[in-house]
């Protein structure tokens, strides 16, 4: 393992608060999803025409220069008229349609769009509305609020405030963590990093990203093709981040040590418990128990400890 050549000072570093705000434009975008939810959907029928408050299902076709875009091929595509869409004119160039009509027309991608062969270029649509929909969306008061369990609206607009709060909270102490260990790494020195280690550091971050995509249900493979990219150019991208949790790790273990921070067994104990009562096989339960896991949960609390040492000095108003 890379020494440590020199620690920074720490004690005199620091990190700034951010004031944690609910604003109303917060409020109401959290009502509208609540309000979505809750909002019933009324078959449209052949004669009808497409409104600014429906909901279309559409067959999509892009194309640029007279050839289809990869990926820009939907059968079932659905746009709700009432909301902002991302392609500024799109929903406007939809209103009036009536099922089984075919539109051509063309919009210009915004100039911030992931996709630089797009950004800001001019995009031929084919699109055919295969399905039309009324949407009904209950008023917001309170037996609105009533309706999902609340006592009066309110109460209803109490509750999501304290929930936005609770998450920002939460993400702001996040980020004060993430900016006092960045902090630290940078104004420390340490010896050369081996590339076995930081090879190893990259292949981690490679199957934390493997495991988020395949949560939402999409393959690595696929996300790749998306953006264009090898294994290998992807991990080229990564290597500066990966160089910085390997620092932030040793500094981690070498202010732990200094500090002489500790983790009592009773303390260990009790939180292997806790990870073992959500398995219900018996097989499940002692791989918690294990020697491997117990000792990678010590290192865990170990370290909790030290960022919240760290943020105990270093993060000020």
Known sequence: MPQITRLADFRNLSVKTKTVDVSEKDMGLALKDIQRMQTKEIRGTTTETLGTSDKAVLSVNMK???VSI?????PNHSVFLNEDYYIPGFKEQLVGMKEGEQRTFTLEFPKEHAQSMLAGKPVDFEVTLKELYHL???ELNNEFAASIGQKDFATLKQLISENIRRERTKEEKMRQEKDLLET???ESRFEDIPDLLLNEEINRMIQELTHRIEEQGLSFEDYLKHLKKTVAELKM??????????KVALLVREIGKREKITVETKELDEELDKFAAEYESKEEKQRVYSPTFREYMETMLRNRKVVELLRGIMVKP
């Open 64 to 66: 640029k220069d007279g």
């Open 70 to 74: 990869e990926g820009g091929q939907s």
């Open 136 to 138: 009904s969306c209950p």
């Open 184 to 186: 630290i790494a940078k």
């Open 237 to 246: 991208e990564f290597t500066p981040q990966a160089i910085l949790r390997v």
